[in-house]
């Protein structure tokens, strides 16, 4: 009798502590460009993804964004969560952005490459708000069935599990870099792209978003949206 209850105390304990890991999700509070933003982010991407195929792939399940917030939060606070972003695109919907460059790595023969934006007033305001609204509902303990799991059933890379534990207190505020990715390409193919196709542009966002993420910082399932 005494085994059996050992037994079913370990076998409980395993069970809560897998339903707390699946109970922890990964997220992005995020921007969505303008349509012309958005575009210009989707041909850029495919450009790259046809030099380099294993790179990102953006599309509708993999949206071009601006990360304003990457955290972990336990999926039970996602109605408090919601309604702690209700108005939050307030602060920004009149506000012009602007694309300043395609930014990667010259002097690499491989580099990421990402439409770097201009950290406007109006940008940092929102970004501080957005940490300083769900600051209350962080928490540390994700794991890798905290995101989307890829399509292939490979493993969250590690990169991504190291980079959100950590997003505020090492990429935000004076570190916080708004940008918008577009993957990993040939160096070559990433001087003609800057040269002939990334255009400066001024332009608005379309709307706050919150998804979650999947691996390399991509923002897979939309939780919510101010539009």
């Known amino acids: 009798m005494k085994k059996f209850l050992i037994a079913t105390a370990i076998s409980f304990g395993f069970l809560s502590c897998t339903s707390n890991e699946e109970s922890i999700i990964a997220v992005d509070v995020l921007l969505i460009p303008s349509e012309e933003m958005y575009a210009q982010s989707?041909?850029?991407?495919?450009?790259?993804?046809?030099?380099?195929?294993?790179?990102?792939?953006?599309?509708?399940?993999?949206?071009?964004?601006?990360?304003?917030?990457?955290?972990?939060i336990n999926k039970n606070n996602l109605p408090a969560v919601k309604n702690a972003l209700n108005?939050?695109?307030?602060?920004?919907?009149?506000?012009?952005?602007?694309?300043?460059s395609l930014f990667y790595?010259?002097?690499?023969?491989?580099?990421?490459?990402?439409?770097?934006?201009?950290?406007?007033?109006?940008?940092?305001?929102?970004?501080?708000?957005?940490?300083?609204?769900?600051?209350?509902?962080?928490?540390e303990n994700?794991?890798?069935?905290?995101?989307?799991?890829?399509?292939?059933?490979?493993?969250?890379?590690?990169?991504?599990?190291?980079?959100?534990?950590?997003?505020?207190?090492?990429?935000?505020?004076?570190?916080?870099?708004?940008?918008?990715?577009l993957g990993v390409a040939d160096v070559s193919l990433l001087d003609s792209l800057s040269t002939h196709v990334f255009k400066p542009i001024s332009f608005k966002?379309?709307?706050?978003?919150?998804?979650?993420?999947?691996?390399h910082g991509t923002a897979q399932q939309q939780l919510w949206t101010s539009k």
Request: aromatic share 10%; hydrophobic share 35%.
């Open 142 to 181: 994700g794991t890798e069935q905290s995101f989307v799991p890829n399509p292939d059933g490979s493993a969250i890379s590690e990169s991504t599990l190291a980079y959100v534990p950590v997003f505020v207190e090492k990429y935000s505020y004076d570190n916080f870099d708004p940008h918008i990715s």
């Open 42 to 72: 989707l041909q850029l991407n495919s450009l790259i993804h046809k030099n380099n195929p294993v790179t990102i792939k953006l599309d509708k399940n993999h949206v071009p964004h601006i990360t304003l917030l990457q955290c972990f």
């Open 87 to 100: 108005g939050l695109f307030k602060t920004i919907d009149t506000e012009m952005l602007k694309a300043e």
């Open 105 to 139: 790595y010259e002097e690499k023969d491989e580099s990421f490459a990402m439409i770097r934006l201009k950290k406007t007033p109006a940008l940092m305001q929102i970004h501080k708000k957005s940490i300083e609204l769900l600051k209350p509902y962080i928490v």
């Open 205 to 215: 966002a379309k709307s706050v978003g919150l998804y979650q993420l999947g691996d």
